[in-house]
């Protein structure tokens, strides 16, 4: 494969750590499951993905020039992998399938938008989502399940849609190229069965005005 060069404008950082590969794709069941994977880059995740056996896997990438080298990959390597490929913003778009899971390592600046996305945005959220984020995000949402909770408006937004939320492993920064400036985390979300959207609505428009001006009282902020 010809050399890769990772784009800052795309928040670009791949992944080249083996053991954490591995750990993603063995941390939620891949075998005979729809996987959606974000991100994916030139594929390397996706090979460890791939192992697991999906039902389907659906790859959605941004970068045309990534589209590309994913293209020829599934005409030379992955000929027999029910795989598809989607040149799109990951925030437009809508998966077919009814029952699938995420896995992904995004660019950490727009992590919340597509946390939001897929637990509150779509019709169908995903069963489970396994997400690569900036250590000091995947903390702030882990707060809220602390001893001690210290709740944010990410943190409650993310009880409210999931079972369950816990550490896959943290991830430091020499396990991509080119490095971040900061660490990571992997952090698996479980999504709730069954959901009262028109509640979770009411309770997040709470919590944004709630969250709005952080120092002033709750009385004022609700005013």
């Known amino acids: 494969m010809e050399t890769i060069k990772a784009k800052k404008s795309l928040g670009q950082n791949f992944l080249i750590d083996e053991e ?14 729809n996987i959606i994977e974000v991100g994916p880059g030139y594929g390397a995740l996706t090979e460890y993905i791939i192992r697991e056996n999906p039902q389907s896997l659906t790859l959605v990438e941004l970068d045309r020039d990534m589209i590309q080298i994913l293209n020829d990959r599934l005409k030379n390597e992955w000929k027999s992998a029910p ?8 925030l437009q778009f809508v998966p077919k399938e009814k029952n699938y899971s995420v896995i992904a390592n995004i660019p950490y600046y727009i992590t919340s938008p597509i946390l939001f996305h897929f637990l509150y945005d779509l019709e ?11 250590e000091e995000v995947g903390e702030k949402i882990l707060e809220g399940r602390a001893k001690k909770p210290h709740h944010s408006y990410l943190s409650l ?38 959901r009262d959207r028109t509640r979770e609505e009411k309770l997040l428009a709470l919590w944004r005005v709630a969250f709005t001006h952080p120092r002033k009282t709750l009385l004022s902020n609700l005013k």
């Not at 795989?83 to 990951?90: L, P």
Request: proline share 4%.
């Open 20 to 33: 954490t590969l591995f750990d993603i794709s063995s941390s939620t069941r891949i075998t005979g499951k």
């Open 83 to 90: 795989i598809f490929i989607k040149n799109q913003d990951v």
């Open 124 to 134: 169908k959220s995903p069963e489970a989502m396994v997400i690569m984020m900036q």
């Open 157 to 194: 937004a993310m009880e409210l849609a999931c079972e369950d939320i816990e550490i896959v492993r943290y991830v430091g920064r020499t396990s991509f190229d080119p490095a971040p400036k900061v660490d990571s985390i992997v952090v698996k979300f479980r999504v709730k069965k069954s």
